[in-house]
């Protein structure tokens, strides 16, 4: 007599939640590790911190954490795309150079009004990338020596555009609020209720459409557990920078959510649909995966590739607004130093493959937050620049060496 083996339920007819804890383990064991190496080095990283420098977890210094890292985070979302595709742009630093130079010169020297100089920005930075993208789709040029050449061209065209290094300031309160001002503390709150409400109400909706269609769906243990995770984090975040942060609160007070925090999430929202909800983002990874097999499927990889050139150099428009706004001027440095490869580091660090086919928007936020973490915590411990990119780096050589161990795991176990 034979028997069956029924799988574990619970109360909603799903998988239970230690069913869907085995098959993370399983995926780990398999080599799909997502962003567990990420969050690790987070936790870890942040624990050292605390530990050899108790200022590191004071309310300014969590609040400079957002605003330092902002600029590097959005255009690594931006590089995601590109970097799902297995290319790259080295341009994309100075293209957020260039339109932040765009911005400072309509705002400042022309007096635009604020809205239309923000549009022009972005409309550069798209322009940027339909030229790289068409060099690289329509030519053939490989993307590393078509934007390695624009790294180069773009530089020039700062320096042009701001007269030889002219610093220009911005005086638009409205751009400088973007980096500079916070919400009132009450809309700090609003926002965490309803995004953790709607997103209560988005993971209810899948588990009841999936298990409409005689799909595994999350059982409610497990979207309780998210759900109530979002909550305390997000619930916390607020409350730590709700806290005075000035020094004298008579003369100036200093609270509430920076305003380029909810700016990011908007950002962040948006391409996690685009890229998991959308046709337009199943043929991206479908191109970053197997070109020629989507070419075969149907799927117009020319334009795939050139609209992820133009997405990244327009997420790295918005990336020179933030550094502008941060900033309050732009120079010649505006996108420069080290800001392309701290963009490329957070995006392979966060868990996005440089071999292409794997990666996702969260992964820009969560390495953006390493390298601001990295930069910030060793910047209290006092230690010169040179540390912070030799121990940057090594971060960056770890992070490709997981992936390219994790790609070979998957491999030899069949999930490749």
Known sequence: MTTTTVPEKGTTGAPAIGTHVRDYLERVRGGDLGALPAVIGLV???????????????????????????????IAMGLI????????????????????????VLLTNEGWPW????????????????????????????SFVVTLAAFLAFQGVVLLLLKEGTNISIRDQTILAIAN???????????????????????ILQARRRAGRGLPASPM????????????????????????????????????????????IVLLLLWTFVLHRT???????????????ARRAGIDVDRIRISAFVLCSFMASIGGIIAASR??????????????????????IGGTS???????????????AVVAVIENGMGLMGYTAGVKYAVTGCVLLLAAGVDALSRKRAAATGRR
């Not at 440089?354 to 390495?367: E, M, S, V, W």
């Open 44 to 74: 870890v990283l942040c624990a050292v911190f605390s530990i050899l420098r108790p200022a590191f977890l004071s309310p300014i210094n969590f609040a400079n954490l957002f605003t330092q890292g902002a600029a590097v985070a959005v």
């Open 81 to 104: 795309f590109v970097l799902l595709l297995g290319e790259i742009d080295l341009s994309a630093g100075f293209a957020s150079g260039v339109c932040a130079a765009v911005l400072g």
């Open 115 to 142: 809205y239309a100089a923000v549009l022009a920005a972005m409309a550069t930075g798209a322009a940027i990338g339909m030229v790289i993208g068409t060099l690289v789709a329509k030519l053939g040029i490989p």
């Open 181 to 203: 001002k916070n919400m009132p503390p009450v809309l700090g709150w609003a926002c965490v209720v309803v995004g953790v409400l709607a997103y209560a109400a988005l993971q």
């Open 221 to 264: 243990s497990l979207i309780a557990f998210r759900v109530g995770a979002l909550a305390v984090i997000s619930g916390a975040a607020v409350f730590v920078l709700n806290l005075e942060r000035s020094r004298n609160a008579v003369i100036v007070s200093l609270k509430g959510v920076p305003i380029v925090v909810p700016v990011i």
């Open 279 to 293: 046709a337009y983002g199943r043929h991206i990874y479908a191109v970053g995966g197997n070109a020629e097999a």
């Open 327 to 348: 900033a309050n001027s732009v120079d010649p440095n505006t996108g420069g130093s080290n800001v392309l490869l701290f963009a490329v580091g957070a995006a392979v």
């Open 354 to 368: 440089l071999f292409g086919g794997k990666g996702r928007a969260l992964d820009a936020l969560l390495g953006g």
